[in-house]
């Protein structure tokens, strides 16, 4: 019975350390990514190789950020 208690508190704790204050400025420089990406989609003339970047930058951030969240819900 005690056992039980202690899983649930160790659980608990290990939802807490999943958060890491990191992932906050992954997610900030996420949205300034989109952002800097419509706004070199709507400019005129286009940049090409800056689009791309932004793109390229853009996806690889989207990638970290589903990684990130995927941990927050399942730790592997």
């Excluded at 996420?30 to 005129?44: E, H, N, P, Q």
Aim: glycine share 4%; aromatic share 16%; hydrophobic share 65%.
């Amino acid at each position: 019975m005690f056992f039980l208690a202690d899983d649930k508190a160790a659980t608990a704790t290990d939802a807490v350390t999943r958060f890491d204050p990191f992932d906050l400025f992954m997610i900030a420089f996420t949205v300034i990514l989109v952002w800097g990406v419509f706004r070199s989609l709507k400019t005129r003339p286009q940049n090409k190789f800056a689009i791309g970047f932004g793109v390229l930058a853009l996806l690889v951030f989207l990638a970290l950020d589903m990684v990130m969240v995927m941990h927050w819900i399942n730790p592997a």
